[in-house]
């Protein structure tokens, strides 16, 4: 059974960096879909960064843009989320998802999340 588990999130001062892990087990990385979602307090999850594993492309959100950067440890099955420059805005429950077709989904496997706190 596919199994993701996040960590790394932690409380860290705007202006901060961090870098989340997502160990993602009994998964072939070729021709699927990995990504990172967040969701704020009160906010829908939204989309922060995918690898598509079929066109080799990296795509982010606007708002996260020359901040953050998705990479993979195929030999580790892990997938990372470094996030440069931590602003207020970026609080929220991170999640990493796998297993979609593309990186529009949808996502057949999701970890429990690990929290990001940025204080200003």
């Known amino acids: 059974e596919v199994q993701l588990v996040e960590s790394g999130g932690t409380l860290v001062q705007a202006g901060g960096s961090l870098r989340l892990s997502c160990v993602i087990s009994d998964f072939t990385f070729d021709d699927y879909a990995i990504a990172w979602f967040r969701q704020a307090p009160g906010k829908e999850r939204e989309g922060v960064a995918c690898?598509?594993?079929?066109?080799?492309?990296?795509y982010y959100a606007d708002s996260v843009k020359g901040r953050f950067t998705f990479s993979a440890d195929n030999a580790k099955s892990t997938v990372f989320l470094q996030m440069n420059n931590l602003k207020p805005e970026d609080t929220a429950v991170y999640y990493c998802?796998?297993?979609?077709?593309?990186?529009?989904?949808?996502?057949?496997?999701w970890g429990q999340g690990t929290q990001v706190t940025v204080s200003s």
């Open positions: 690898f598509g594993s079929r066109d080799g492309n990296t």
């Open positions: 998802a796998a297993d979609a077709p593309s990186c529009w989904g949808p996502y057949d496997f």
